[in-house]
């Protein structure tokens, strides 16, 4: 095909029991002008014949890349691996576990078309428990709703550094010219601090292009105890993991001329405090853990 409008890249590792899904929710939309790259993050169980299996069906539409030595590099590094060989104006990402709407990238699209100016657009999200016999939670991203947020508004109001909730990365939709003025994913974010991988690279979008926020929910983002957010806060490691990034974002602001640069970095160290000032994730952890059994026979 020649080169398309729309680049999605969909990073997997060891996801053979969602990663179909996932894919047949890309290839389901009714926007056509995209390709789906699926990014191999060093997998070893059976998603790795389903991604290529997909690729060889779908020749002219989908295609499958692979860190070399069939390396496992984190997150952010298999998103920037899927970049490095992305034709679109515009690059969208869906995580292996997740399923995107229909109309997801027609409206995304027409929103990004209507709003030159912009250069992330996103809506609301579906945290997806049904899939597993719970209750699903509509949840805003943003501050605003159906309107822009520009520098440095959108930095201070959301997430990490504000109160609002951010984008899922499963549901931005981005335009390639931003991608390349920040420099792609952080590859540091790589471990147990891949929580914060989306965040490295959202935080300096932010400081570059308003932000399109959509009341529309476009994507269903499951919730299950296999997933990186989940893992972290079980294992304590939030508050490291949370520094780790406050630090991070210290150091990126101080080498460069950003609006209200003392007002973020003001910021930064209110949130260290606040990190210094509950108890950890570890102790909330243990506290839970060892009241299950007590809670199990009160029920």
Same mark, same amino acid.
């Given at each position: 095909m020649s080169d398309p409008r729309v680049s999605v890249i969909c990073i997997f590792f060891n996801e053979r029991r969602f990663l179909a899904e996932a894919i047949e929710s890309v290839l389901g939309?009714?926007?056509?002008? $995209?390709?789906?790259?699926? =990014?191999?993050?060093?997998?070893?169980?059976?998603?790795? =014949? &389903?991604? #290529?299996?997909?690729?060889? +069906? $779908?020749?002219?539409?989908?295609? !499958?890349?692979?860190?070399?030595?069939?390396?496992?590099r984190g997150m952010s590094a298999t998103r920037n691996l899927g970049l490095a060989s992305a034709r679109g104006e515009f690059d969208a990402f869906i995580d292996a576990d997740d399923v995107w709407l229909p109309t997801k990238l027609a409206e995304q699209v027409a929103i990004l078309d209507a709003h030159p100016e912009a250069g992330i657009v996103c809506g609301m999200v579906k945290w997806w428990f049904s899939w597993d016999g719970g209750k699903d939670v509509l949840t805003p991203t943003g501050h605003v709703q159906d309107a822009m947020s520009r520098p440095p508004e959108t930095s201070l109001a959301l997430y990490p550094l504000g109160k609002a909730g951010a984008? /899922?990365?499963?549901? &931005?939709? @981005?335009?390639r010219s931003l991608i390349a003025k920040v420099g792609g994913f952080e590859e540091h974010f790589a471990g147990h601090r891949q929580m914060y991988e989306d965040a490295g690279f959202l935080s300096k979008a932010y400081l570059e292009a308003p932000v399109y926020f959509s009341s529309t929910n476009w994507l269903l983002y499951r919730r299950h105890e296999e997933s990186c957010m989940s893992k972290? @806060?079980? =294992?304590?490691? !939030?508050?490291?993991?949370?520094? !780790? $990034?406050?630090?991070? $974002?210290?150091?990126?602001?101080?080498?460069?001329?950003?609006?209200?640069?003392?007002?973020?970095?003001?910021?930064?160290?209110? /949130?260290? +405090? #606040?990190?210094? +000032?509950?108890?950890?994730?570890?102790?909330?952890q243990r506290i839970k853990r060892k009241l299950r059994p007590l809670l199990r026979l009160a029920g």
């Open positions: 939309q009714t926007y056509r002008d $995209f390709e789906l790259i699926l =990014a191999d993050d060093g997998s070893a169980d059976e998603s790795v =014949a &389903i991604a #290529r299996d997909y690729a060889q +069906r $779908f020749p002219d539409r989908v295609r !499958y890349v692979e860190h070399p030595g069939h390396a496992n984008p /899922c990365p499963s549901d &931005i939709l @981005v335009r972290v @806060v079980e =294992a304590g490691q !939030y508050e490291a993991v949370r520094q !780790y $990034f406050l630090d991070w $974002f210290e150091d990126y602001l101080e080498g460069r001329p950003v609006p209200s640069k003392q007002e973020l970095l003001q910021r930064i160290e209110d /949130c260290r +405090r #606040r990190i210094y +000032r509950w108890p950890s994730a570890a102790l909330r």
